[in-house]
């Protein structure tokens, strides 16, 4: 991006630009030379070649036209100065608006300046590596406070910088106290009147790409018509079950300021118990629903504690019996019990002892009177996304993007902002009408199977033990739980 700025005016092919110097005071470029101002007038301004003793002169009017000129220079004209102020201004620039290392920023804009300008055979003159970096390390303190070490060290109220979008608009939505320590959220007024308006929240927090100071950072996705977006990006001093109240009720707090309407039905997460409390208990009304690929990978991961990993790749029937367990959960609620009877019942004998204990884990942490109970993880005809597959991608992401784990608080919040423009034009774009993504293929066919199998079960065409095994086999090994 050029950050110097054009007046142009042309004129019998001539033309005239501004520029501004490194002490950012304005230049003219008139045929590749630098003119600086020597005198104003009422209609004109009178500006004289930057080079010392140089004689040459233009005489501009407040309009822009030339009114006579001097171009007798006593000096070769080196366009490359000009090249050279760009890449300060843009390095500086870059400084400001991204929180990026300074080392990339200075060899990422410097590389691009010598292969796009073509200016090879003049690089000698151009200040070194070492100068730039130096540069653009004052230009960043000047609007950046040093990285903080610990939350007490984060400046408050935060730098202007980072609680605003890249549209500048305002996007720090809180900053203060959560459950017992200090908290950011973020989300634009946009983002707020979006998530007021959806029934369904899918929520999850990632730890590699939290800042240090914090514990994770916690997001909130919609789901529409096909289309998942973030709406909240929070950083987290803990996992408690208080802070999560707090977050939910500034959150909750915010949405009525704006419709006086809570539209929240149903909100899907990763199985964390302190925030399925925190519905419980405050929110009532909102269903909570545990991610289905987290729960076929938590039945898997006992599988693997109990050392039938190898039996599981190698004995179709045991393969066949864990994918059908797994189903359960998309049966009718009403018949999930009976369901776990009946495979109890034709469990494999030679894994006895294993599925035993199996068994028994399930009931303690997914049965009725468990913390986890069916209802939570059952999605029987729930059309909707039953996983928080959408939040995972998107965290997986952040941390290919990132150079190393729990970077600077500056660079997640750029991150932040980052998202927060691109999914403002998907949403733009989704309600003029574009279509939204589409799924995977091996997603689509796994979708249309347990539909079709839903509509057998419900018309009595199929018995639960013939659904079970088609949804096990068809959706099941979709989530790649193996």
Not at 432 to 457: V, Y
């Amino acid at each position: 991006m050029i950050v110097f700025y054009y007046l142009i005016l042309e004129l019998n092919d001539e033309s005239i630009s501004y520029i501004k110097s490194t002490h950012e005071i304005n230049q003219l470029i008139y045929h590749g030379a630098r003119f600086c101002v020597k005198q104003k007038n009422l209609s004109s301004i009178l500006w004289r070649c930057v080079k010392g003793n140089c004689p040459a002169s233009i005489s501009i009017s407040n309009n822009n036209i030339v009114l006579r000129k001097n171009e007798n220079h006593n000096h070769l004209i080196d366009s490359n100065e000009i090249k050279v102020l760009e890449l300060r201004h843009k390095l500086k620039k870059d400084a400001q608006s991204s929180s990026e290392p300074i080392d990339k920023i200075v060899e990422l804009g410097y590389s691009n300046m010598i292969t796009t300008q073509k200016i090879n055979d003049s690089v000698v003159k151009f200040p070194t590596m070492k100068t730039l970096k130096n540069t653009v390390s004052r230009q960043r303190r000047q609007i950046r406070p040093p990285l903080p070490k610990s939350l007490d060290d984060l400046p408050h109220p935060l730098p202007p910088l980072y609680t605003i979008t890249k549209k500048k608009l305002n996007f720090l939505l809180y900053d203060g106290i959560l459950g017992q320590k200090r908290g950011l959220i973020f989300a634009s007024q946009n983002d707020i009147e979006y998530l007021a308006y959806q029934k369904f929240w899918y929520a999850d927090g990632t730890f590699y790409t939290s800042p240090s100071i914090f514990y994770q950072i916690y997001s909130i996705h919609t789901f529409d018509e096909g289309l998942s977006t973030p709406c909240v990006f929070a950083l987290l001093p803990d996992k408690f079950e208080s802070t999560y109240l707090d977050l939910f009720s500034i959150l909750i707090k915010k949405i009525m300021e704006i419709s006086n309407i809570i539209r929240l039905e149903c909100i899907t997460i990763d199985y964390e118990l302190a925030v399925k409390n925190v519905f419980c208990k405050h929110f009532p009304h909102v269903e909570v629903k545990g991610c289905l690929f987290h729960y076929g990978q938590a039945l898997f991961r006992k599988f693997v504690s109990l050392n039938l990993t190898t039996a599981f790749h190698e004995d179709e029937s045991l393969r066949l019996w864990f994918r059908s367990f797994a189903a359960i959960a998309l049966l009718p609620e009403t018949d999930m019990n009976e369901a776990i009877e009946y495979l109890r019942s034709i469990k494999p004998l030679l894994y006895e002892k294993e599925i035993d204990s199996f068994l028994e884990y399930h009931n303690n942490t997914y049965g009725i009177n468990s913390r986890f109970p069916p209802k939570m993880y059952n999605h029987y005809r729930n059309l909707k996304p039953r996983t928080i597959n959408y939040l995972e991608g998107r965290h997986n992401r952040w941390k290919k993007r990132s150079t190393k784990s729990h970077h600077d608080i500056y660079i997640c919040i750029d991150m932040f902002k980052d998202d927060q423009l691109l999914v403002a034009d998907e949403r733009e774009r989704h309600e003029a009408g574009a279509a939204p993504p589409k799924r995977r293929k091996n997603t689509r066919i796994a979708e249309e199977s347990l539909s079709r199998l839903w509509d057998k079960l419900e018309k009595n065409q199929i018995t639960k033990e013939k659904f079970l095994k088609g949804a096990g086999l068809r959706y099941f090994q979709y989530l790649e739980i193996e």
